[in-house]
């Protein structure tokens, strides 16, 4: 069954993703494609409507991301995200020019009584502004719709030609109503009637697992998480036995991980091998500092391991990756000329050697909806609601070297933190909370005897999809027990500090 899709076309911006994240919540098919897609690959897709996203560059700048101009001839209702709104103006005859004043976080619109698009938000809004440019007059049939103290045009309507344009960006959570903005546009303008279920997913998804696969064999790595579970049972109800599973014991996992994983996958009775190459990973990872290093050698020797386990097992044609939207989109710029954040283990660095092609049924989801899949699988709640675990573990949450014994000061810690946090009633609430070991050594006192040890520092915070995230304010109870715990019970940590960084501008981890 096709279903109505609207067409996201994505200039760079980080934001791009919730642009499809929020439609996807209002239960209609997005997919993003790079700014310069063919004409016949946007009109194969048989769009209800388009959007052109933001982006980092300015339209007057050499060079800057172009689409095709028949993407205003199509006759589909075509939406302008801040750098889109540009490049709309630019491309349809409007003058864009460097803003007096550049805005960059809350801003306020005031919006005529009538403006299209917004005619279900108040007269005055809060949204999120992030632009240097501005439309210094809309292109002919252009009526202004909204207004901001540094921009003349905060939004613009063609009604005609069912154009329209906001020079700030309604996908993100700090605009006020921005979900109702993107509704309008796919509902009452692109005539979206709702019709993409996690249901569907499941089904569309095997379907192409089939096809992709025909009659060949897949490798799964299972990691414990809920993404490489999901993904797992996918590819197992498209091809059953002939997918075989292999976890990895990578030397970097939380406190009796490995077991705990072996154990809940011979519940699932998905056919599993596991194999301990902790030693080695330890061994590739010694001297190690720089966290891109850590990432690209955990990777590799994943790789390696693969192979040889998969040999072993006899022949694959595939290997099956839990790669979702948001390791896509701060990895490398597959989709649009997008600013790389760090790389992450499930994108790209596939050796050339490497003779498996990638299934990924999750590459274009967000985390809550593999969550909701997870359900639509009958998965219970142990594995739909743990929190993600970066590929990398705890290598990543060590800042320095990883040695044996500072995996064992993080782990335990880490597993303190845990505890603790469900404990108190939190772990659900937070998208991720957990334990990083600091390079840094600072004096205390135990039992009147000076100490010289390292500090743990915490990091809880609150998201929806993982692109955005804020600290969490826990209880000062709960933080106080944490630390109190940790440096009473793990050997060689004597201070605890709270990460209060949100997500722009630092990442969830901190490597």
Partial sequence: MAHQTIVVLDFGSQFTQLIARRLRELSV???ILPFDTSMADIERRRPAGVILSGGPRSVSEPGAPRCDARVFDMGLPVLGICYGMQLMTDMLGGEVAPAPHREYGHATIRREPDAPLLTAVPPELRVWASHGDFVKSAPTG?????????????AM?????????????PEVAHTDRGTEILRSFAYDICGCTGDWTMASFVQETVDKITAQ??????????????DSTVAALLIHHAIGDRLRCILVDNGVMRLDEADQIRRRFERLKLPLTFTDASGLFLDRLT?????????????????????????????????AQGTLYPDVIESVSVIGPSHVIKSHHNVGGLPDRMRFKLVEPLRQL???EVRAVGKELGLDDEFVWRQP?????????????????RLTLVRRADAIVAEEVKKAGWYRRLWQSFAVLLPVQSVGVMGDARTYEYTIAIRAVESRDGMTADWARLPHDLLATISSRIVNEVKGINRVVYDISSKPPSTIEWE
């Fill in 29 to 31: 098919y997005s997919e």
């Fill in 366 to 368: 967000f985390k809550d």
């Fill in 389 to 405: 675990f970066p590929g990398p573990g705890l290598a990543v949450r060590i800042l320095g070297e990883v040695t044996a014994s």
């Fill in 287 to 319: 001297g190690v500092s720089d966290p891109e290093q850590k990432r690209k050698i955990i990777g590799a020797t994943f790789i390696d391991v693969f192979d040889e386990e998969a040999r072993k097992l006899g022949s694959f044609d595939f290997l």
């Fill in 142 to 154: 252009f009526a202004v719709t909204a207004t901001s103290a540094n921009a003349p045009v905060a």
């Fill in 157 to 169: 309507a063609d009604e005609e030609r069912r154009f329209y344009a906001l020079l700030f960006h």
């Fill in 213 to 226: 696969v025909g009659a060949g064999r897949v490798v799964c790595g299972l990691s414990g998480g809920v």
